[in-house]
Protein backbone atom coordinates (compact mmCIF):
# COMPACT_ATOMS: atom_id res chain seq x y z
CA UNK A 1 0.00 0.00 0.00
CA UNK A 2 0.95 3.58 -0.34
CA UNK A 3 2.36 5.61 2.48
CA UNK A 4 2.45 9.78 2.88
CA UNK A 5 4.56 11.41 5.50
CA UNK A 6 3.58 15.22 5.66
CA UNK A 7 4.65 17.92 7.99
CA UNK A 8 1.71 20.60 9.05
CA UNK A 9 1.85 24.08 10.46
CA UNK A 10 2.54 27.80 10.18
CA UNK A 11 5.50 29.50 8.28
CA UNK A 12 8.57 29.55 10.74
CA UNK A 13 7.23 26.44 12.47
CA UNK A 14 9.93 23.90 11.61
CA UNK A 15 8.20 21.89 9.07
CA UNK A 16 11.18 21.78 6.53
CA UNK A 17 13.90 21.21 9.54
CA UNK A 18 11.73 18.36 10.51
CA UNK A 19 11.35 16.77 7.16
CA UNK A 20 15.14 17.32 6.06
CA UNK A 21 17.01 18.07 9.12
CA UNK A 22 19.75 21.08 8.99
CA UNK A 23 20.46 22.44 5.16
CA UNK A 24 23.40 24.49 4.65
CA UNK A 25 22.50 28.00 4.35
CA UNK A 26 24.52 29.05 0.78
CA UNK A 27 22.78 26.01 -0.87
CA UNK A 28 20.21 24.16 1.30
CA UNK A 29 21.50 21.07 0.53
CA UNK A 30 21.67 18.43 3.12
CA UNK A 31 23.97 19.07 6.00
CA UNK A 32 24.38 15.22 6.95
CA UNK A 33 27.83 16.08 9.49
CA UNK A 34 25.41 15.14 13.00
CA UNK A 35 23.38 12.10 12.29
CA UNK A 36 21.29 12.91 14.50
CA UNK A 37 19.75 15.68 13.28
CA UNK A 38 18.79 13.91 10.15
CA UNK A 39 15.45 14.50 8.96
CA UNK A 40 12.22 12.15 7.90
CA UNK A 41 12.86 12.43 4.38
CA UNK A 42 16.97 11.01 4.64
CA UNK A 43 15.90 9.23 7.65
CA UNK A 44 13.37 6.99 5.49
CA UNK A 45 15.03 6.69 2.31
CA UNK A 46 18.09 4.66 4.52
CA UNK A 47 15.51 3.20 6.09
CA UNK A 48 13.88 2.06 2.80
CA UNK A 49 17.32 0.91 1.26
CA UNK A 50 18.25 -0.89 4.52
CA UNK A 51 15.03 -3.05 3.74
CA UNK A 52 15.70 -3.50 0.30
CA UNK A 53 19.33 -4.75 1.30
CA UNK A 54 17.83 -7.54 3.24
CA UNK A 55 16.17 -8.89 -0.11
CA UNK A 56 17.46 -11.12 -3.16
CA UNK A 57 19.33 -8.61 -5.70
CA UNK A 58 17.36 -7.12 -7.98
CA UNK A 59 13.83 -8.00 -6.50
CA UNK A 60 13.41 -4.53 -6.12
CA UNK A 61 14.46 -1.29 -7.61
CA UNK A 62 13.32 2.68 -6.80
CA UNK A 63 12.66 5.62 -8.57
CA UNK A 64 12.57 9.32 -6.90
CA UNK A 65 10.88 11.95 -8.60
CA UNK A 66 11.05 16.11 -6.84
CA UNK A 67 7.95 18.30 -7.52
CA UNK A 68 7.37 21.49 -6.05
CA UNK A 69 3.30 22.58 -5.78
CA UNK A 70 3.54 26.45 -6.71
CA UNK A 71 0.39 28.94 -6.93
CA UNK A 72 -1.66 25.43 -7.35
CA UNK A 73 0.67 24.85 -10.34
CA UNK A 74 3.02 21.60 -10.74
CA UNK A 75 6.82 21.93 -11.16
CA UNK A 76 9.28 18.86 -11.73
CA UNK A 77 12.40 19.68 -10.16
CA UNK A 78 14.43 17.26 -12.13
CA UNK A 79 13.75 17.55 -15.87
CA UNK A 80 16.68 19.47 -17.50
CA UNK A 81 17.00 21.20 -20.45
CA UNK A 82 18.50 20.41 -23.86
CA UNK A 83 21.95 20.92 -22.15
CA UNK A 84 21.37 18.86 -19.20
CA UNK A 85 20.86 21.19 -16.61
CA UNK A 86 18.19 20.99 -14.18
CA UNK A 87 15.42 23.56 -14.22
CA UNK A 88 11.52 23.73 -13.60
CA UNK A 89 9.52 22.52 -15.66
CA UNK A 90 5.40 22.80 -15.56
CA UNK A 91 3.35 19.64 -15.59
CA UNK A 92 -0.23 18.86 -14.85
CA UNK A 93 -1.95 15.92 -12.68
CA UNK A 94 -4.28 13.77 -14.21
CA UNK A 95 -6.68 10.92 -13.16
CA UNK A 96 -6.07 7.80 -14.98
CA UNK A 97 -8.70 5.39 -16.40
CA UNK A 98 -7.64 3.42 -13.45
CA UNK A 99 -9.27 5.98 -11.33
CA UNK A 100 -5.32 6.46 -9.70
CA UNK A 101 -3.89 10.26 -9.95
CA UNK A 102 -0.70 10.24 -12.46
CA UNK A 103 1.93 13.13 -13.90
CA UNK A 104 2.77 13.01 -17.52
CA UNK A 105 6.42 12.94 -18.48
CA UNK A 106 7.28 13.83 -14.98
CA UNK A 107 11.36 12.83 -14.46
CA UNK A 108 11.71 9.69 -12.57
CA UNK A 109 15.50 8.63 -11.83
CA UNK A 110 16.07 5.34 -10.96
CA UNK A 111 18.53 5.34 -7.39
CA UNK A 112 20.07 2.65 -6.07
CA UNK A 113 20.75 3.91 -2.51
CA UNK A 114 20.43 6.90 -0.37
CA UNK A 115 23.51 8.79 -1.38
CA UNK A 116 22.13 9.03 -4.93
CA UNK A 117 18.71 9.86 -3.81
CA UNK A 118 19.98 12.80 -1.55
CA UNK A 119 21.99 13.99 -4.59
CA UNK A 120 18.92 14.12 -6.49
CA UNK A 121 17.06 15.71 -3.59
CA UNK A 122 19.80 18.20 -2.99
CA UNK A 123 19.32 19.21 -7.09
CA UNK A 124 15.40 19.70 -6.76
CA UNK A 125 15.88 21.62 -3.33
CA UNK A 126 17.94 24.53 -5.55
CA UNK A 127 14.87 25.21 -7.54
CA UNK A 128 12.62 25.40 -4.93
CA UNK A 129 10.71 29.01 -4.69
CA UNK A 130 11.37 30.69 -1.25
CA UNK A 131 10.53 34.53 -0.22
CA UNK A 132 11.79 36.76 3.18
CA UNK A 133 8.72 37.11 5.55
CA UNK A 134 8.69 39.04 8.46
CA UNK A 135 7.85 35.50 9.91
CA UNK A 136 10.79 33.53 8.57
CA UNK A 137 13.92 34.59 6.82
CA UNK A 138 13.85 31.30 3.52
CA UNK A 139 10.04 30.84 4.03
CA UNK A 140 9.28 28.29 1.58
CA UNK A 141 6.48 29.41 -1.05
CA UNK A 142 5.56 25.83 -2.80
CA UNK A 143 4.76 22.17 -1.19
CA UNK A 144 7.61 20.06 -1.72
CA UNK A 145 6.88 16.54 -2.93
CA UNK A 146 9.35 14.13 -2.77
CA UNK A 147 8.33 10.35 -4.01
CA UNK A 148 9.91 6.97 -3.82
CA UNK A 149 7.98 4.72 -6.51
CA UNK A 150 9.37 1.33 -5.06
CA UNK A 151 9.01 -1.76 -7.55
CA UNK A 152 8.78 -5.24 -6.68
CA UNK A 153 9.67 -8.30 -9.00
CA UNK A 154 8.05 -11.23 -8.09
CA UNK A 155 5.69 -13.99 -9.32
CA UNK A 156 4.09 -17.05 -8.31
CA UNK A 157 2.53 -17.03 -4.72
CA UNK A 158 3.54 -13.48 -3.94
CA UNK A 159 1.47 -12.00 -6.68
CA UNK A 160 -1.60 -14.18 -5.62
CA UNK A 161 -1.67 -17.53 -7.10
CA UNK A 162 -2.51 -20.36 -4.88
CA UNK A 163 -1.02 -23.38 -5.48
CA UNK A 164 -4.35 -25.25 -6.04
CA UNK A 165 -4.86 -22.67 -9.06
CA UNK A 166 -1.86 -23.29 -10.70
CA UNK A 167 -2.59 -26.75 -10.94
CA UNK A 168 -6.04 -25.88 -12.53
CA UNK A 169 -4.42 -23.61 -15.09
CA UNK A 170 -1.96 -26.24 -15.83
CA UNK A 171 -4.48 -29.17 -16.26
CA UNK A 172 -6.54 -26.38 -18.66
CA UNK A 173 -3.64 -25.86 -20.38
CA UNK A 174 -2.85 -29.38 -21.14
CA UNK A 175 -6.74 -30.10 -22.02
CA UNK A 176 -6.60 -27.03 -24.39
CA UNK A 177 -3.38 -28.54 -26.33
CA UNK A 178 -4.69 -31.58 -26.88
CA UNK A 179 -8.21 -30.10 -28.55
CA UNK A 180 -6.34 -27.25 -30.70
CA UNK A 181 -2.80 -28.77 -31.68
CA UNK A 182 -2.88 -27.15 -34.33
CA UNK A 183 -3.52 -23.81 -32.93
CA UNK A 184 -1.65 -24.16 -30.04
CA UNK A 185 1.21 -24.96 -32.21
CA UNK A 186 0.72 -21.72 -34.13
CA UNK A 187 0.47 -19.50 -30.78
CA UNK A 188 3.52 -20.68 -29.27
CA UNK A 189 5.52 -19.98 -32.54
CA UNK A 190 4.25 -16.71 -33.14
CA UNK A 191 4.79 -15.72 -29.80
CA UNK A 192 8.17 -16.86 -29.60
CA UNK A 193 8.68 -14.77 -32.56
CA UNK A 194 7.53 -11.71 -30.79
CA UNK A 195 9.02 -12.66 -27.83
CA UNK A 196 12.43 -10.42 -28.92
CA UNK A 197 9.66 -7.62 -29.16
CA UNK A 198 10.43 -4.48 -26.72
CA UNK A 199 6.66 -4.12 -26.58
CA UNK A 200 6.46 -7.61 -26.03
CA UNK A 201 8.44 -8.12 -22.92
CA UNK A 202 7.35 -5.03 -21.55
CA UNK A 203 3.59 -5.89 -21.01
CA UNK A 204 5.62 -9.36 -19.83
CA UNK A 205 7.18 -7.88 -17.47
CA UNK A 206 4.11 -5.63 -16.31
CA UNK A 207 1.58 -8.95 -14.60
CA UNK A 208 4.73 -9.56 -13.12
CA UNK A 209 5.56 -6.15 -11.27
CA UNK A 210 4.06 -3.79 -8.25
CA UNK A 211 4.46 -0.68 -7.39
CA UNK A 212 4.09 1.47 -4.30
CA UNK A 213 4.64 5.25 -3.00
CA UNK A 214 6.01 6.50 -0.52
CA UNK A 215 5.30 10.42 -0.57
CA UNK A 216 7.27 12.55 1.61
CA UNK A 217 5.70 15.99 1.75
CA UNK A 218 6.76 19.36 2.67
CA UNK A 219 3.70 21.89 3.05
CA UNK A 220 4.45 25.38 2.76
CA UNK A 221 2.89 27.15 5.96
CA UNK A 222 -0.14 28.76 6.83
CA UNK A 223 0.13 32.64 7.09
CA UNK A 224 -1.77 35.16 8.89
CA UNK A 225 -0.93 38.04 5.96
CA UNK A 226 -1.29 40.57 8.84
CA UNK A 227 1.97 38.66 10.68
CA UNK A 228 4.08 37.87 7.75
CA UNK A 229 4.05 41.39 6.01
CA UNK A 230 4.07 40.26 2.38
CA UNK A 231 2.48 42.48 -0.55
CA UNK A 232 2.47 41.76 -4.02
CA UNK A 233 4.08 38.28 -5.75
CA UNK A 234 4.04 36.83 -2.19
CA UNK A 235 0.61 37.77 -1.21
CA UNK A 236 -0.34 36.26 -4.39
CA UNK A 237 1.62 33.27 -3.01
CA UNK A 238 0.38 33.14 0.58
CA UNK A 239 -2.96 33.19 -0.92
CA UNK A 240 -2.58 30.01 -2.93
CA UNK A 241 -0.72 28.06 -0.22
CA UNK A 242 -4.15 28.72 2.57
CA UNK A 243 -6.24 27.66 -0.54
CA UNK A 244 -4.15 24.24 -1.30
CA UNK A 245 -4.49 23.61 2.77
CA UNK A 246 -8.13 24.44 2.96
CA UNK A 247 -8.51 21.84 0.27
CA UNK A 248 -6.21 19.47 2.14
CA UNK A 249 -8.39 19.58 5.33
CA UNK A 250 -11.50 19.16 3.24
CA UNK A 251 -10.48 16.12 2.20
CA UNK A 252 -9.70 14.71 4.96
CA UNK A 253 -12.58 15.65 6.67
CA UNK A 254 -14.64 14.08 3.74
CA UNK A 255 -12.56 10.66 4.16
CA UNK A 256 -12.99 10.83 7.85
CA UNK A 257 -16.82 11.63 7.58
CA UNK A 258 -17.12 8.90 4.52
CA UNK A 259 -18.44 10.88 2.32
CA UNK A 260 -19.24 9.34 -1.16
CA UNK A 261 -17.32 12.14 -2.77
CA UNK A 262 -14.18 13.10 -1.78
CA UNK A 263 -12.96 16.37 -3.14
CA UNK A 264 -9.79 15.67 -4.66
CA UNK A 265 -9.85 17.61 -7.50
CA UNK A 266 -10.18 21.04 -5.71
CA UNK A 267 -6.39 21.91 -5.24
CA UNK A 268 -3.46 20.35 -7.52
CA UNK A 269 -1.83 19.45 -3.80
CA UNK A 270 -4.48 16.93 -3.37
CA UNK A 271 -5.17 15.78 -6.56
CA UNK A 272 -1.24 14.60 -6.69
CA UNK A 273 -1.43 13.29 -3.34
CA UNK A 274 -4.77 11.41 -4.02
CA UNK A 275 -3.34 7.81 -4.48
CA UNK A 276 -1.12 8.06 -1.14
CA UNK A 277 -4.13 9.84 1.51
CA UNK A 278 -7.03 7.71 0.13
CA UNK A 279 -8.19 4.37 -0.50
CA UNK A 280 -6.39 2.16 1.81
CA UNK A 281 -3.45 3.97 2.32
CA UNK A 282 -1.38 5.27 5.47
CA UNK A 283 -1.16 8.83 6.17
CA UNK A 284 1.19 10.11 9.11
CA UNK A 285 0.94 13.89 9.51
CA UNK A 286 3.20 15.57 11.94
CA UNK A 287 2.36 19.00 12.99
CA UNK A 288 4.78 21.86 13.96
CA UNK A 289 3.92 23.83 16.52
CA UNK A 290 5.67 27.46 17.32
CA UNK A 291 6.45 27.82 20.94
CA UNK A 292 5.97 31.71 20.98
CA UNK A 293 2.40 33.00 22.42
CA UNK A 294 1.97 35.56 19.98
CA UNK A 295 1.32 32.60 17.64
CA UNK A 296 -1.25 31.12 19.65
CA UNK A 297 -4.00 31.63 16.98
CA UNK A 298 -2.15 29.76 14.05
CA UNK A 299 -1.50 27.01 16.53
CA UNK A 300 -5.08 26.36 17.25
CA UNK A 301 -5.16 26.19 14.13
CA UNK A 302 -2.92 23.90 13.26
CA UNK A 303 -4.44 21.97 15.96
CA UNK A 304 -7.48 21.67 14.69
CA UNK A 305 -6.41 20.50 11.22
CA UNK A 306 -4.73 17.66 13.01
CA UNK A 307 -7.36 16.92 15.31
CA UNK A 308 -9.51 16.50 11.79
CA UNK A 309 -6.78 13.98 10.48
CA UNK A 310 -7.04 11.67 13.56
CA UNK A 311 -10.58 11.20 13.08
CA UNK A 312 -9.49 9.52 9.90
CA UNK A 313 -10.19 6.13 10.65
CA UNK A 314 -9.42 3.28 7.88
CA UNK A 315 -9.33 -0.65 8.53
CA UNK A 316 -6.85 -3.04 8.07
CA UNK A 317 -4.94 -2.82 5.17
CA UNK A 318 -5.56 -6.17 3.00
CA UNK A 319 -2.78 -7.87 0.88
CA UNK A 320 -3.83 -6.93 -2.80
CA UNK A 321 -3.49 -9.74 -5.16
CA UNK A 322 -2.01 -8.62 -8.48
CA UNK A 323 -3.04 -10.17 -11.47
CA UNK A 324 -0.85 -13.10 -12.84
CA UNK A 325 -0.79 -13.71 -16.68
CA UNK A 326 -3.01 -17.34 -17.33
CA UNK A 327 -3.12 -19.12 -20.46
CA UNK A 328 -6.30 -20.72 -19.64
CA UNK A 329 -7.87 -17.53 -19.78
Known sequence: YNVCIMAYGQTGSGKTYTMLGPQLEENFAFSTEDKSELGIIPRATQEVFRLIS???????????????????????????????????VKRDVVTTREGKSDVPLLTHETVENASEFLHLVNKGLQLRTRHPTLVHAHSSRSHLVVTLTITTIASGDNFGTSWEEE????????????????????????SSSRASSPAQLEATEKLKQAKTRL???????????????????????????????????DVLGAIAEQRSHVPYRNSKLTHLLQDSIGGDAKLLVMLCISPDRKYLTESMQSLGFGTRAQQVQRGQVKKKNFPVQSKAK
Open 54 to 88: EKPPGSYWVEVSVVQVYNNDIFDLLAKDSCGKVFG
Open 167 to 190: QISQRLNKEASCTFPQKTRDNRSS
Open 215 to 249: QLVDLAGSECVGMSGVTGAALRETSFINRSLSALA
